[in-house]
């Protein structure tokens, strides 16, 4: 039963899709819901890569087809993510006092530091996707990509890493991934998107961009730590977000 209230917790929580709710959620069914979040994903994914295919077939712009994308995965995810990094952005400037960062990332509305980010990595994210879409093969790996940036829930959620309160949506999930299994999942990862790589012409870009994602994870992670005492639920919809962010980039590279 725990792979299955997994699989049902994270298809839940990470898109719009409607499933039961699973029967219980504790630590260990929250470990397992991270490290398949890629997989829980798949009908985002595949919602991308269909957004693409028929912007190619109708002559969509690059651009504009990058922005239905960036539509659709908000879409798919109540804006969840962007919530999430617009909240870390303004919780990590809010004030030098662990606390008053908390409460502003709990209770506040959206402030310059997290407009500034949500437009920064959105921008970023449709600079990357418009290029990919340019590719014949474009369209499945967009999709692809889209599913490995959840990877990083894995990462964040590893043993370690401590929660920044003793409540809110995250706290169940933080902490929860065995560090053998977050390792496990970012080298499957890793393996998928370098054949989403050669599919562009270039698998050592995309191997380098699974690296570049592992390394801003852990920055982020290392900075809310020293800055907050910890992660929430935010800091996750922030790493996913920015995640993507330089997988697309590095894929354009390819």
Not at 12 to 26: C, E, H, K, N, Q
Not at 98 to 124: C, D, N, Q, Y
Not at 127 to 156: E, M, N, Q, T
């Amino acid at each position: 039963m725990t792979v299955r209230d997994a699989w049902l917790l994270a298809t839940g929580t990470l898109t719009a899709v409607r499933v039961p709710p699973p029967s219980r959620v504790d630590g260990r069914v929250a470990g397992v819901a991270m490290v398949l979040a890629p997989l829980a994903v798949l009908p985002l994914g595949l919602a991308a890569a269909a957004v693409v295919l028929v912007a190619g077939w109708v002559g969509l712009p690059p651009l504009a087809t990058a922005y239905v994308v960036l539509l659709v995965l908000a879409l798919g995810t109540r804006a969840f993510h962007w919530d999430g990094l617009a909240d870390t952005a303004d919780g990590l400037t809010a004030s030098y006092s662990p606390a008053r960062s908390l409460e502003v990332m709990r209770t506040g509305p959206v402030g310059p530091a997290g407009v500034v980010a949500v437009v920064l990595v959105a921008g970023l994210q449709a600079a990357g996707l418009a290029a990919v879409a340019r590719h014949d093969h474009g369209w499945w790996v967009v999709g692809i990509l889209v599913c490995a940036s959840r990877a990083s829930l894995a990462l964040a959620c590893v043993r370690g890493v401590p929660a920044a309160r003793a409540d809110g949506l995250g706290v169940t999930h933080v902490g929860s991934v065995p560090v053998v299994a977050a390792v496990g999942a970012l080298l499957v990862t890793l393996a998928v998107v370098g054949l989403a790589g050669h599919g562009l012409g270039s698998a050592w870009s995309t191997v380098l961009g699974v690296v570049v994602m592992v390394a801003v994870v852990l920055a982020l992670l290392l900075r809310c730590v020293r800055r907050l005492g910890g992660i929430t639920g935010d800091v996750l919809g922030a790493a996913v977000e920015v995640s993507l962010a330089v997988l697309v980039l590095a894929a354009a590279t390819a």
